[in-house]
């Protein structure tokens, strides 16, 4: 009977590879394996170190309840991409951008993350680089990414952001007997009903930088004591969790004292009976 070379070369050469990995697949097991990641970096792991993966279904689950704690969607695709549509989860889970991945560590320590990309895999390769980077927090891996997101159904947004800020004094007639202390209301709309933040310049040198957040439409009261006398501009805008500011709003007030803050003998009656200032705004003195 004839026998054909080629074959028999082909069922020696298989079964020589078949034996090999037979022999080295317990080294393996035990040791360690390389990934190519991003950054053309190059970082051994441990068969078993790595993210958790998860569904886009299981992840919307964790996400859109905020009972079982707070997981962060973090969106590593392109700026273009992210300024087009991303995921959409609720306050406070919602998702975030990553330009400069320097401070991912620091910024994320110990939370509890879940990473994605366009279609999975530039998302899972991040996550086995900060699982081998030694990333204090857990990492989940969105199997599928954005595509598979959209193709389930799931929520997606682009974002707007909030409106300038109208700011209203209280009580503009009151003129205070003691120093110079005004109070304001700050109102945003934001068009998204996001959470806001305010960052506030009060003219004089000093400032109050993004505090909140606050819900869209709140009145925020925020009062201020001036050390000097004369027209003053206060001027506030906003930002949304998504990072986006919207333009400044601006509120022209004098800064001006009553004759009578000058007078000793007045001064000493407020001094004695603090309770006069409560009547004076009363009366809007």
Same mark, same amino acid.
């Given at each position: 009977?004839?026998?054909?070379?080629?074959?028999?070369?082909?069922?020696?050469?298989?079964?020589?590879?078949?034996?090999?990995?037979?022999?080295?697949?317990?080294?393996?097991?035990?040791?360690?394996?390389?990934?190519? @990641?991003?950054?053309?970096?190059?970082?051994?792991?441990?068969?078993?170190?790595?993210?958790?993966?998860?569904?886009?279904?299981?992840?919307?689950?964790?996400?859109?309840?905020?009972?079982?704690?707070?997981?962060?969607?973090?969106?590593?695709?392109?700026?273009?991409?992210?300024?087009?549509?991303?995921?959409?989860?609720?306050?406070?889970?919602?998702?975030?951008?990553?330009?400069?991945?320097?401070?991912?560590?620091?910024?994320?320590?110990?939370?509890?993350?879940?990473?994605?990309?366009?279609?999975?895999?530039?998302?899972?390769?991040?996550?086995?680089?900060?699982?081998?980077?030694?990333?204090?927090?857990?990492?989940?891996?969105?199997?599928?990414?954005?595509?598979?997101?959209?193709?389930?159904?799931?929520?997606?947004?682009?974002?707007?952001?909030?409106?300038?800020?109208?700011?209203?004094?209280?009580?503009?007639?009151?003129?205070?007997?003691?120093?110079?202390?005004?109070?304001?209301?700050?109102?945003?709309?934001?068009?998204?009903?996001?959470?806001?933040?305010?960052?506030?310049?009060?003219?004089?040198?000093?400032?109050?930088?993004?505090?909140?957040?606050?819900?869209?439409?709140?009145?925020?009261?925020?009062?201020?004591?001036?050390?000097?006398?004369?027209?003053? @501009?206060?001027?506030?805008?906003?930002?949304?969790?998504?990072?986006?500011?919207?333009?400044?709003?601006?509120?022209?007030?004098?800064?001006?004292?009553?004759?009578?803050?000058?007078?000793?003998?007045?001064?000493?009656?407020?001094?004695?009976?603090?309770?006069?200032?409560?009547?004076?705004?009363?009366?809007?003195?």
């Amino acid at each position: 009977m004839n026998r054909n070379p080629a074959k028999s070369y082909k069922i020696l050469a298989i079964g020589l590879i078949l034996s090999l990995f037979i022999l080295i697949s317990p080294t393996i097991c035990s040791n360690s394996v390389t990934y190519p @990641i991003i950054n053309s970096n190059v970082i051994s792991l441990k068969i078993g170190d790595g993210p958790i993966n998860l569904t886009v279904n299981e992840a919307w689950g964790l996400l859109s309840d905020t009972s079982n704690g707070i997981q962060i969607p973090i969106d590593i695709r392109s700026e273009d991409d992210w300024n087009e549509s991303f995921i959409d989860t609720p306050w406070p889970e919602h998702p975030r951008w990553i330009g400069d991945i320097d401070n991912f560590m620091e910024e994320f320590d110990g939370r509890e993350v879940v990473i994605y990309c366009k279609g999975g895999y530039r998302s899972l390769l991040f996550c086995y680089q900060y699982s081998a980077l030694g990333f204090n927090g857990t990492l989940y891996n969105l199997g599928g990414g954005f595509t598979a997101w959209v193709d389930a159904g799931l929520p997606i947004r682009n974002n707007t952001p909030p409106e300038a800020p109208e700011i209203k004094e209280v009580n503009p007639r009151y003129k205070p007997i003691n120093g110079f202390k005004k109070t304001f209301k700050f109102t945003t709309i934001d068009p998204d009903e996001d959470k806001i933040f305010l960052y506030i310049i009060w003219d004089d040198g000093t400032f109050e930088e993004w505090i909140g957040p606050y819900n869209s439409s709140e009145e925020v009261t925020i009062s201020h004591l001036y050390n000097e006398q004369g027209t003053q @501009i206060v001027r506030a805008k906003a930002k949304d969790i998504f990072e986006d500011e919207g333009p400044w709003g601006e509120l022209k007030i004098p800064i001006d004292q009553n004759r009578q803050s000058y007078n000793s003998f007045f001064s000493y009656l407020f001094n004695r009976f603090p309770f006069l200032e409560v009547f004076l705004r009363i009366i809007n003195f």
